[in-house]
């Protein structure tokens, strides 16, 4: 199980045996079954996640209780609560597996102590980073220039694997639009 993660890295860093076998020994691996909580709203975010299998979103829930969906992770991605890990602050997301789902955790502290002794996985973190950074601005630009219904399409066509594993109510949520006007655009779409 542990050829993905080493995969993931070498899209972008090489290793040797011996930081290989570092990087590897400061990983927890764990199971989760299907709808559980894996980071709470208010808890310290202490860890970054890697996802082996599974499907997993994290979330926001607002005062009355709606949830927005703000991003969605599936095998070979990362997830974690960015802001609040960097920082070791009280997490403002909720991150959820949709599926049962097997986790890579690299603790914060451990992290730290990686780029003292492996000083290219900051080179690893940086890349990892600008991409979600470069990722949630396009976002932001679509979601202020786009129809819904544009939106949905450039959603299909950029995460067909999310899709697979996902409900039309979650990707209604990411989108920021209601499951019944999903379905009008997805009755559209079929027309």
Known sequence: MQDLVLK??????????????YFLSILKERKYPKKTIILKE???CKTINFVQSGTLR??????????STIMFAVSDWWITDMACFVNQQPAILNIETIE?????????????????KIPKF??????????????????????????????????????????KQVTQKQIASYL????????MIKANKKK
Do not use: C
Not at 58 to 67: I, L, M, N, T, V
Not at 177 to 182: D, G, S
């Open 176 to 183: 920021g639009i209601t499951p019944e006007f999903l379905s």
């Open 58 to 67: 994290a979330f926001y829930r607002d005062q009355q209780g709606k949830e």
């Open 42 to 44: 208010g808890d310290i």
């Open 100 to 116: 049962e789902s097997h986790m890579l955790h690299l603790q914060k502290e451990d992290l730290d102590d990686l780029y003292l």
């Open 122 to 163: 900051e080179r690893f973190f940086r890349i990892i980073m600008q991409n979600a950074y470069i990722r949630e601005q396009l976002r932001v630009i679509q979601n202020l220039s786009l129809t819904a219904e544009q939106r949905y399409y450039i959603f299909l066509e950029k995460y067909p694997q999310v899709v």
């Open 8 to 21: 993931n890295i070498t899209k972008h860093i090489s290793l040797d045996e011996n930081e290989t076998v």
